[in-house]
């Protein structure tokens, strides 16, 4: 195995000095290497000390880097640039001047030794350790559990930023300036649009029936639509064996429908919306859920798409999870409906989908605020379907994320707004577009909601830039 990675490194270096790869897959690849074998805080060992004042591009940058104040190497070109503590030391040179520059360092997880270049760090770990993949592990409780330090209220869809947009006047003329800074009328744009609405149109034409639905948020009370939640349920009840075998028959049902992850858990009130706000019609109400389950799915989105961010195809990427998220959602409801059973089709509507996502061990908490997957990372869009059907729930999963993110900075660089938290997990929120109660990383969303208008489609920097949403392992070895 270890000759056929590094005949795999040799290749993909020999393509990138052709000018066949780009230095962003090339970085990419050659990161998923390092991930895959076993090095998950490789990227994060040398975790910023702070940012940089220097202009660059987010998507341009490596994960992990220090700061020196003067040049990148004393006099006799073996000075490290940082201490042991990678704090960042200053190398001093005679007669240097001064001058703010970052330089990257690389460290191996596995053994802690420092690299100056990316190549020398794969040749190491190609040569020294052995392929590994990251372990899995069963937890009784999810990760988020230890850091629920107050009184975690129920959450009002009315404060969710896209929410803010019809009633907070405040917000609203942040939105309206942000707005006036998006490009106009160029060709490129008027594709990119085309694009996303194509990708968007079965969500936007059958999601709801509502003339005003344009897609992306779910149910819309009493317009139908493959949100409805009206469908009967047959009369004639299909006796369950036991909860258990159901539960698999569900998975492997969801999966034929298309979804790539699934998992099932116990509806933690907690994560119901204590109100509902519809965007399209206005309403605004109380919300109960009066089912037990919750079936959770991941839909995987184009990696291509998302690499592409913050362009319109990583737009369109998003937007076409968002189409198969609606016929996901709406097949299964159905396939439990005609057991005789109720069941409502969910998106992004009436419980927070990462809380109950990584309740039925679909992943954890990461720190650009989404849920990461073994599988993606945060490359994946969820939805749900909320029933009674009886079933066994998964537990939740373990596969060492909370660690890994406190020393990862990869989706904050990124971040043009800088809406993601680059210090440590805090109790403060950032707007009332924040939960109460949770000792967490908050992301500004309020600072990047205005980002997706001044861009004139939205972003997905922070999904791009995390090393967990790199092509799956075996991608790699197709180089």
Request: aromatic share 10%; proline share 6%; charged share 20%.
């Amino acid at each position: 195995m270890d000759e056929i990675i590094k005949n795999r490194l040799e290749e993909l270096e020999k393509r990138f000095n052709r000018g066949q790869v780009s230095r962003r897959d090339f970085l990419r690849s050659a990161s998923l290497l390092s991930l895959a074998l076993g090095a998950g805080e490789l990227f994060s060992a040398c975790a910023p000390t702070e940012k940089s004042p220097l202009e660059f591009d987010p998507m341009e940058t490596i994960y992990s880097y220090q700061y020196t104040t003067t040049t990148p190497y004393a006099g006799d070109k073996k000075t490290p640039i940082s201490d042991a503590s990678g704090a960042g030391a200053v190398d001093e040179i005679a007669g240097s001047a001064s001058i703010k520059r970052r330089y990257p360092t690389w460290y191996c997880g596995c053994c802690g030794q420092q690299f100056r270049t990316l190549a020398e760090l794969k040749k190491h770990t190609a040569a020294e350790h052995a392929w590994r993949l990251p372990e899995i592990q069963r937890v009784s409780q999810p990760t988020y559990s230890k850091y629920l330090v107050g009184n975690v209220q129920r959450f009002d869809e009315k404060n969710t930023v896209f929410s803010r947009t019809a009633w907070d006047e405040a917000y609203q003329q942040q939105v309206q300036e942000a707005t006036a800074k998006a490009p106009q009328g160029d060709w490129e744009t008027f594709e990119g649009n085309a694009l996303v609405a194509g990708a968007i149109y079965v969500d936007a034409t059958a999601g709801s029936l509502h003339p005003n639905y344009y897609g992306y948020f779910g149910h819309v009370k009493d317009v139908g639509g493959l949100y409805n939640w009206d469908d009967p349920v047959s009369p004639t009840q299909f006796p369950v064996p036991n909860p258990q075998w159901m539960a698999e028959r569900v998975k492997e049902v969801a999966r034929f429908y298309g979804a790539d992850l699934v998992g099932i858990c116990e509806i933690d009130d907690h994560w119901v919306y204590s109100n509902y706000f519809e965007l399209v019609t206005g309403k605004y109400g109380k919300l109960e859920i009066p089912y037990k389950y919750a079936i959770v799915m991941g839909i995987e989105m184009d990696s291509k798409g998302i690499n592409a961010s913050p362009r319109p195809e990583a737009s369109a990427a998003t937007a076409l999870a968002y189409s198969q998220m609606s016929e996901l959602s709406a097949s299964l409801a159905k396939y439990i409906r005609a057991l005789g059973y109720p069941a409502i089709p969910c998106g992004n509507d009436s419980a927070q989908s990462i809380p109950l996502a990584i309740d039925a061990g679909l992943g954890e908490l990461g720190r650009n605020g989404l849920m990461l997957s073994p599988e993606f990372g945060p490359r994946q869009r969820i939805c749900k379907v909320l029933t009674d059907l009886p079933l066994q729930t998964d537990q939740p999963i373990d596969f060492g994320l909370q660690t890994f993110c406190e020393t990862c900075h990869a989706c904050a660089a990124a971040c043009p707004k800088d809406a993601i938290r680059w210090e440590d997990r805090t109790t403060e929120r950032t707007s009332i577009s924040n939960r109460q109660g949770i000792l967490r990383w908050p992301v500004n969303v309020s600072n990047c909601y205005l980002f997706w208008r001044e861009n004139g489609t939205d972003c997905a920097n922070c999904i791009a830039a995390c090393p967990w949403a790199l092509h799956s392992q075996r991608d790699w070895l197709e180089l």
